[in-house]
């Protein structure tokens, strides 16, 4: 999971905006933007966890039949969504939590429950 988040954080911005961080009346210090659609894969059986960020990759994950992600964990991060590293003592990248425009926050260990619509 430490790999597929820093191979996700350096895909992501510095600069940014963010409805949840102007309706806090904070700055962004030390989190990142997604400027465009990101879509993260986690599949246990394989031991294998990837970010992906090409558009007609991830459209092509949703359009394959349900059977072919059977035991594959998955979260569509919007463009707009906000990304607060979660780091040791050490500063070591361990995961990401996403904030999405609307203030739902959710973390990249966690599987998705449903396929949304591109």
């Known amino acids: 999971m430490a790999e597929m988040a820093a191979e996700c954080w350096d895909q992501l911005h510095q600069v940014g905006q963010s409805r949840y961080l102007g309706g806090k009346k904070v700055k962004s210090h030390g989190l990142r933007f997604a400027k465009r659609a990101l879509l993260l894969v ?22 394959s039949k349900a059977g072919e992600r059977d035991g594959v964990s998955f979260r569509y991060v919007k463009r707009g ?38």
């Open 42 to 63: 986690t599949d246990e059986e394989a031991g294998t966890a990837r970010c992906i960020t090409d558009r007609a990759e991830i459209r092509a994950f949703f359009d």
């Open 81 to 118: 969504t906000l990304a607060v590293p979660m780091r040791d003592a050490k500063a070591t990248l361990w995961g990401l939590q996403f904030i999405f425009p609307a203030g739902r926050r959710r973390s990249s260990a966690m599987p998705a429950r449903r396929a949304p619509s591109i």
